[in-house]
C-alpha cells in the first residue's frame, strides 16, 4: 500500500537526480511525492507547473509497480481542483503509448525521441478552430510570421513588408508567453499599430501552441541541451495543424547571425515544412548603419538610456511607448541589470 502527499520540490530533488532529472526553471505551484504506506522513503514524485506536468520521477527499483500512473492521476486531479481543465507533457517517444491509456492525446512527436501530449476538452482542435474564425478569408496565397517582438521595431516591420509582398494574405501569430520584458498585451498592441495600414497583414495572438514554452522551452532558456529535440516539436506542431487550418504556404523567417539557438530552429522549421509544400523564405535582417535592427539591441539601448540611438530603430508607435510613463517600469528594470 502506498501513500501520496504534496511534498516540497526540495524534498524531490534526490530522486530526480537519480533518475537522471532536473529541476524546472519554473517554480511548480504543486509537488506530489509517493511513500510506502509507513514508510519514509520517497518512491515517486511529480510537479504541477502552471498546466504542465513536469519532472515525473520513479525510483528505478520500483518500476512496474503503477507509479507513473498513480502520479499522473493524483497531478490531474490536483490540476482540476486548480481549476486546470486543459493540462500537458512531454515525454519520451516510446511512453506516449502509455500516457495515451491514462486519456491524454497526441499533439506531436518527433520519432525515436519526444512527444508532446495533451489531456482536457479544450486541446488543439478547438485551437485550430478559434485561428480560423480570426483569420479574414482571401483568395491566393497565405504565408504566416511567428514573432515574439519584445518590442517590436522597424526590422520586424520589414520582415512583414517582405511576406506581404509576395502573398495575398498574412498571418502574423505574436508569441503569447509572458515570459518577455515587455508584457504581451504590449506587444501585441504594438505589431496591430505597427502594421495597421498594411491591408494584407492579420496579427493574432500565438496562444499555447506557437513557440512558447510549452512546446520550446529553449526559445527562452537559451539552453543549447533539447533545443533541437524542442524545435522539431515546435515544427510539428505548426505542419500539423496550424498550416492546414490556416492553408499555409509560406513561412517567413528572419535570420539571426547572434543566436545559435534561433539558427537551429530556422534549420528545423526549413526541413520539417519543405517538404509538405511549404515554402520556407528565410529574409536577411534589416541593417541600419551596417547593424541588424534587433530587440535585444533596442532594449539594451534603453537600459543606457540612449533614446536618440534607438530612434531609428523603431516605428513611430513604439518609439511613442518607450518614451512614455508606462515604460517607466521596464526602463528602470533594464538600468537595474535586468536580462536582456
Not at 524534498?11 to 504506506?37: F, H, K, M
Not at 543606457?304 to 526602463?331: F, K
Request: glycine letters at 8%; charged letters at 20%.
Amino acid at each position: 500500500m502506498y501513500t501520496e502527499r504534496k511534498i516540497r520540490l526540495e524534498d524531490a530533488l534526490p530522486l530526480l537526480e537519480r533518475c537522471g532529472l532536473t529541476r524546472s526553471n519554473q517554480a511548480p505551484q504543486y509537488t506530489v511525492g509517493i511513500y510506502e504506506e509507513d514508510g519514509e522513503e520517497l518512491l515517486a514524485t511529480g510537479s504541477l507547473v502552471g498546466s504542465m506536468l513536469q519532472m515525473l520521477a520513479v525510483d528505478p527499483d520500483r518500476q512496474g509497480e503503477d507509479l507513473l500512473a498513480k502520479l499522473v492521476t493524483h497531478l490531474l486531479r490536483e490540476a482540476f481542483q486548480q481549476g486546470i481543465c486543459q493540462v500537458y507533457l512531454f515525454t519520451r517517444y516510446e511512453k506516449q503509448a502509455f500516457f495515451q491509456g491514462l486519456g491524454f492525446s497526441l499533439v506531436a512527436d518527433v520519432p525515436g525521441k519526444a512527444a508532446l501530449l495533451e489531456w482536457g476538452q479544450e486541446g488543439i482542435q478547438t485551437y485550430c478552430r478559434r485561428l480560423r474564425a480570426q483569420v479574414p478569408p482571401a483568395e491566393g496565397s497565405t504565408g504566416a510570421l511567428v514573432m515574439n517582438c519584445n518590442p517590436f521595431t522597424l526590422g520586424h516591420r520589414y520582415l512583414i513588408e517582405q511576406a506581404a509582398n509576395l502573398c495575398d494574405r498574412v498571418v502574423v501569430l505574436a508569441v503569447e508567453e509572458d515570459l518577455s520584458l515587455f508584457p504581451f498585451e504590449v506587444r501585441l498592441s504594438l505589431l496591430r499599430q505597427g502594421t495597421a495600414d498594411l491591408p494584407k497583414v492579420t496579427v493574432i495572438p500565438g496562444g499555447r501552441y506557437v513557440i512558447s514554452s510549452l512546446t520550446f522551452p529553449s526559445y527562452f532558456t537559451k539552453a543549447q541541451e533539447l533545443a533541437e529535440v524542442q524545435a522539431s516539436l515546435d515544427a510539428e506542431v505548426f505542419r500539423r495543424h496550424l498550416v492546414p487550418a490556416l492553408g499555409i504556404q509560406y513561412r517567413f523567417l528572419g535570420t539571426e547571425p547572434l543566436s545559435p539557438v534561433t539558427q537551429l530552429y530556422n534549420q528545423v522549421v526549413t526541413r520539417t515544412l519543405e517538404p509538405v509544400g511549404v515554402s520556407v523564405r528565410l529574409i536577411p535582417r534589416l541593417e541600419v548603419e551596417g547593424e541588424p535592427v534587433s530587440a535585444s539591441r533596442v532594449r539594451a539601448l534603453l537600459g543606457e538610456g540612449r533614446m536618440e540611438a534607438i530612434r531609428p530603430l523603431v516605428p513611430h508607435c513604439t518609439w511613442q511607448y518607450l518614451n512614455s510613463p508606462d515604460c517607466s517600469g521596464i526602463r528602470r528594470r533594464l538600468r537595474e541589470g535586468a536580462e536582456l
